[in-house]
């Protein structure tokens, strides 16, 4: 992870160390809700707060942790009922087709 060109970024774009701690407490990247981390400026009391993959918080945005856990825990209570209705859809997935070996599908090939 490489720290952003600082000539590029404004004091906006950096946190107090005690923010920055209270930020990655409570929040997660915006894009993949992945962890934060902060990132220290060499001979700087500021800090970034970045996503290893993502970039800055400042241009990759935050969720709450709550939110995240709100979002699985929707996505689970829909992937249950898909699960259970998935029996009344099934007639409409064809059966899987018989394996051959590779040997007999090269035979049929002319191989």
């Known amino acids: 992870m490489s720290i952003p060109d600082l000539e590029l970024l404004s004091e906006e774009d950096t946190f107090s160390q005690w923010d920055a701690e209270r930020v990655i407490e409570k929040y997660v990247c915006g894009v993949c809700w992945g962890e934060l981390a902060i990132v220290y400026i060499p001979g700087d009391n500021r800090v970034f707060i970045v996503c290893p993959e993502h970039g800055t918080v400042c241009l990759a945005g935050r969720v709450t942790r709550n939110t995240v856990s709100i979002a699985y825990e929707m996505a689970s209570i829909r992937y249950k009922e898909a699960i259970k209705n998935i029996s009344e859809w099934a007639c ?20």
Do not use: D, S, T
């Open 92 to 111: 409409l997935v064809p059966p899987p087709r018989e394996r051959k070996p590779v040997g007999k599908n090269l035979a049929e090939l002319g191989f």
